[in-house]
């Protein structure tokens, strides 16, 4: 038997896909030669490879976080990846109180709405100031980081949000499959590769006659014919003051989400709304009560 020592390595076997050290390979955290000194390490001490590397100062606990959530199928970004907006917390700060309050909240739909059979749900505000967009981005990240195949539907069609916060390139969206420049919906869908089970349909076109694409029920049908391709669908809408296209974003969807401001949002301007809701028969699942 011959020994062919040009195909293999001084490095014990580390799968690079899955083992820690062949991870921070991989990314270039560390190279072959550190990987020596954390093994010897790792055996003299009798710690993980993760714990020799971070003592040795070779990697930092950011860096430990990242491949252990890469190996326990919980993706986020770190610093300076993925060119997103700095909002979105869930991608990059994953570990804060902040974003302890989405999970909170999506524990909540998982359990009142979603466990039971619901696909879709819109997100709108009663003032124009109270942005829903950053909630339904990071609500999104984090469904997708239970596994849950999530798409986010941009319904600002006059102003788009989710393409700016993802920065998502392509022109095609909403607007074009509502206006049936699009026939193929998938085409005009993104598909984030940093979360396996995100996706984005971008608002689209600015279109003369948002509010009439809107109205026509076209947006209804496309979420019946998508909704066995999600677990989740959530659909960032306008505000209600001044606008006539969330009640149309609303009658498309299962339910409604409002968001309202502490010491700002009038509870009988919240109550019209609600008001207008239960008019066209569209459940409010909840409402998401942030600070100023």
Same mark, same amino acid.
């Given at each position: 038997?011959? !020994?062919?020592?040009?195909?293999?390595?001084?490095?014990?076997?580390?799968?690079?896909?899955?083992?820690?050290?062949?991870?921070?390979?991989?990314?270039?955290?560390?190279?072959?030669?550190?990987? /020596?000194?954390?093994?010897?390490?790792?055996?003299?001490?009798?710690?993980?490879?993760? /714990?020799?590397?971070?003592?040795?100062?070779?990697?930092?606990?950011?860096?430990? !976080?990242?491949?252990?959530?890469?190996?326990?199928?919980?993706?986020?970004?770190?610093?300076?990846?993925?060119?997103?907006?700095?909002?979105?917390?869930?991608?990059?700060?994953?570990?804060?109180?902040?974003? /302890?309050?989405?999970?909170?909240?999506?524990?909540?739909?998982?359990?009142?709405?979603?466990?039971?059979?619901?696909?879709?749900? +819109?997100? +709108?505000?009663?003032?124009?100031?109270?942005?829903?967009?950053?909630?339904?981005?990071?609500?999104?990240?984090?469904?997708?980081?239970?596994?849950?195949?999530?798409?986010?539907?941009?319904?600002?069609?006059?102003?788009? %949000?989710? !393409?700016?916060?993802?920065?998502?390139?392509?022109?095609?969206?909403?607007?074009?499959?509502?206006?049936?420049?699009?026939?193929?919906?998938?085409?005009?869908?993104?598909?984030?590769?940093?979360?396996?089970?995100? +996706?984005?349909?971008?608002?689209?076109?600015?279109?003369?006659?948002?509010?009439?694409?809107?109205?026509?029920?076209?947006?209804?049908?496309?979420?019946?014919?998508?909704?066995?391709?999600?677990?989740?669908?959530? #659909?960032?809408?306008?505000?209600?003051? %001044?606008?006539?296209?969330?009640?149309?974003?609303?009658?498309?969807?299962?339910?409604?989400?409002?968001?309202?401001?502490?010491?700002?949002?009038?509870? !009988?301007?919240?109550?019209?709304? #609600?008001?207008?809701? +239960?008019?066209?028969? #569209?459940? #409010?699942?909840?409402?998401?009560?942030?600070?100023?």
């Amino acid at each position: 038997m011959t !020994n062919d020592v040009s195909n293999t390595s001084s490095i014990p076997a580390l799968n690079a896909d899955f083992n820690i050290g062949g991870m921070l390979l991989k990314m270039g955290k560390i190279t072959p030669q550190d990987a /020596e000194r954390i093994l010897r390490v790792q055996k003299e001490r009798g710690v993980r490879f993760g /714990e020799a590397a971070e003592s040795l100062g070779l990697v930092s606990s950011a860096d430990i !976080n990242y491949v252990l959530s890469k190996q326990f199928a919980y993706p986020y970004l770190m610093d300076g990846r993925g060119d997103f907006s700095e909002n979105l917390v869930a991608a990059y700060d994953p570990f804060s109180i902040n974003v /302890e309050k989405y999970r909170a909240i999506r524990s909540q739909l998982m359990l009142y709405w979603f466990a039971q059979g619901k696909k879709s749900l +819109s997100f +709108s505000s009663v003032y124009d100031k109270d942005d829903t967009s950053d909630l339904v981005a990071n609500l999104g990240v984090v469904f997708s980081q239970l596994g849950e195949k999530t798409l986010i539907i941009d319904a600002h069609l006059d102003s788009p %949000r989710q !393409n700016r916060i993802f920065n998502i390139k392509s022109t095609a969206g909403l607007s074009d499959i509502l206006a049936g420049r699009v026939t193929d919906y998938s085409s005009s869908i993104t598909r984030l590769v940093e979360f396996e089970h995100l +996706s984005i349909l971008s608002s689209g076109t600015i279109p003369p006659n948002p509010r009439e694409l809107l109205g026509r029920g076209f947006l209804k049908q496309f979420i019946t014919a998508i909704a066995n391709d999600y677990d989740v669908i959530l #659909v960032d809408a306008p505000s209600f003051v %001044r606008h006539s296209e969330p009640l149309s974003v609303a009658s498309a969807t299962e339910g409604v989400v409002l968001l309202a401001k502490r010491h700002v949002s009038k509870a !009988n301007d919240l109550s019209k709304v #609600v008001d207008q809701l +239960s008019k066209i028969r #569209v459940p #409010v699942v909840g409402t998401v009560l942030t600070e100023n």
